[in-house]
């Protein structure tokens, strides 16, 4: 039995008083271990949300991470950084992170290769554009980002590595995959780790991303494939992001 994971990215949004209310009303409703919690805030704000989840079932995340120990790389945040402010997984590969900021398949196997050996979980993101969906390369799209981490890194590094599946139509636009749609790549991305090691794809958990709200997250999750959420926008509105993970636990 996979236990599903819910992860907040709250990308660079909020302030100081937004996460404290956020926070608040987030420790107020999420006790139950059903489900995993995970927030991510921007990096800035990691240290606040360290002390608001002190005595809380919901864990810290970062939404990126350097690929360098540490040294002259002005604005880059260390994994050191992040284990010292109690941080347990970090976003790597984003769309946002891959588009807006050139990341390749190769430095994101960096990032995931330095955060496996730190000692912190990945979330692993992949996934189509609509071009790429339009034109039939879906699997084709995932399999090359999966691979180029599986082929840098081996496959044991998998085993605390989280994969969130996000098509890039889907995020921030308020246009979800179906659940056929979801659970079809999810499948694949199961198979395509279970060619390496089939125990550790019954183990891993693979997240659907892309316009998860209160409303569409239990049909999402009821896929045999889909093992929780990773969610944008409905992650900073406490009650929605309450609702999508007693979604997630059910
Ligand atoms: P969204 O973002 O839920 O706002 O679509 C998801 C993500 O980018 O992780």
Not at 87 to 100: A, K, M, Q, T
Not at 203 to 218: C, E, F, P, T
Request: proline share 2%.
């Amino acid at each position: 039995m996979r236990t599903a994971l819910v992860a907040g990215n709250w990308k660079m949004n909020g302030n100081s008083a937004s996460i404290n209310a956020l926070m608040e009303g987030l420790n107020a409703e999420l006790k139950s271990n059903a489900v995993d919690v995970l927030v991510c805030p921007p990096s800035i704000y990691l240290s606040q949300v360290k002390a608001l989840t002190a005595d809380s079932v919901i864990a810290l995340g970062a939404q990126n991470v350097s690929e360098q120990n540490n040294g002259a790389f002005t604005g880059e945040v260390s994994l050191e950084m992040l284990l010292d402010l109690s941080c347990e997984y970090v976003i790597l590969g984003h769309s946002e992170r891959r588009s807006l900021y050139a990341e390749s398949d190769d430095l994101v196997a960096d990032k995931f290769k330095a955060t496996v050996a730190a000692g912190l979980k990945p979330i692993l993101c992949v996934g189509e554009t609509l071009e790429e969906r339009e034109e039939g390369n879906t699997l084709a799209v995932v399999e090359r980002q999966i691979k180029a981490v599986v082929n840098a890194a081996g496959i044991e590094q998998f085993t605390d590595a989280v994969i969130a599946y996000e098509p890039v139509w889907a995020i921030g636009t308020g246009k979800t995959a179906t659940p056929e749609q979801a659970q079809e790549v999810h499948a694949a991305i199961r198979n395509m780790i279970a060619e390496c090691d089939a125990e550790l794809a019954s183990k891993m958990r693979i997240l659907y991303g892309g316009s998860v709200n209160a409303a569409n997250a239990a049909e999402l999750f009821a896929n045999e494939d889909v093992d929780g959420g990773l969610v944008g926008g409905a992650s900073l509105k406490t009650n929605d992001f309450i609702a999508i993970c007693q979604a997630a636990g059910a």
